[in-house]
């Protein structure tokens, strides 16, 4: 997929179109770990950083925060925003040697998520590398096991109104159309767009490969009508999450 175009197309209909992790995060989790990882007088990089929404959040707690996204039609939205010290860049984080200044604390929200496996790890290493030996870095991913545990839920959901699993219409699962071998590899079909999803276990590995510790991993939780069309009021947690990957430059 050509990601500059499929993004600079979605455009003015980002804001509609596009899930917001931040008015989605069930426990506010997100601005709490932003606060942890503050320097006043510190670089911040936002990796794909969209229309900007991370800047309320990060542009006060850093020196300089740059955003870094492919597409030149969302940056142009960020820019809007009007933050004096966020700067905004246009570069594509599958390309080797990217040129950008040092950061000790690097955001990356649901952007290393390539169908292209070497694609979304070459993404994962290009932020190490961008990092001060020892920095910080936060990443949003999406979670194969919570697209896992949202069928198994709705799977329930159909059975307590009285329609057996044989009789679920085949298009409740259409996101699981990918072939036997990309699915294991963790290809889930968003909004018909094939998306690179995580295991827990796989998190433990990919980051290691990458020159990362991992720190902390937690969830950032959303509430079931993120998944679901009408969901029973019965079904609480858990909820459905993405991935929050808290990681440490190895030195
Ligand atoms: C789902 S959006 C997330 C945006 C933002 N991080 C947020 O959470 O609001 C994915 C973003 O990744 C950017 N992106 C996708 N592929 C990219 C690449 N190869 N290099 C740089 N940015 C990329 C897109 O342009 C888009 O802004």
């Known amino acids: 997929m050509n990601e500059e175009k499929h993004w600079d197309n979605i455009g003015r209909a980002y804001d509609s ?5 931040f008015t989605s995060d069930r426990k506010k989790i997100l601005p709490g770990f932003f606060k942890k990882h503050a320097r006043k007088s510190g670089t911040a ?34 820019a809007k925003r009007q933050y004096k010290n966020v700067l905004l860049k246009q570069m594509d984080l599958t390309k080797p040697r990217l040129s950008l200044p040092k950061a000790d604390f690097a955001f990356c929200c ?10 979304t790890h070459t993404i994962i290493r290009n932020i190490q590398r961008a990092l001060k030996p020892g ?14 545990y949202a069928a198994w839920r709705l799977i329930e959901v159909y059975k307590r109104e009285g329609v057996a699993i044989d009789n679920i219409p085949d298009s409740e ?10 699915l294991l590899e963790g290809i889930i079909y968003i909004d018909n767009v094939p998306t690179k999803h995580f295991m827990r276990s796989e998190l433990d590995v990919v980051f290691s490969n990458a020159g990362f510790t991992l720190t902390q991993v937690e969830k950032v939780e959303y509430d079931w009508n993120t998944e679901l069309s009408s969901p029973p009021r019965w079904l609480k ?10 990681c440490k430059k190895d030195t």
């Open 237 to 246: 947690d858990p909820y459905p999450w993405d991935w929050l990957v808290e």
């Open 45 to 78: 990089i936002d990796f794909g950083c969209g229309t900007g929404k991370s800047f309320q959040y990060i542009a006060p707690l850093f020196k300089q925060v740059v955003g870094v996204d492919i597409s030149n039609e969302l940056l142009s939205q960020a």
């Open 173 to 182: 699962f259409d996101y699981f159309k990918a072939t036997k071998r990309r």
């Open 135 to 148: 920095g910080t870095a936060l990443f949003v991913l999406p979670a194969l096991d919570s697209v896992l």
């Open 17 to 21: 179109q596009i899930f917001d992790v």
């Open 110 to 119: 649901n952007v290393a998520m390539l169908p292209e496996i070497e694609k």
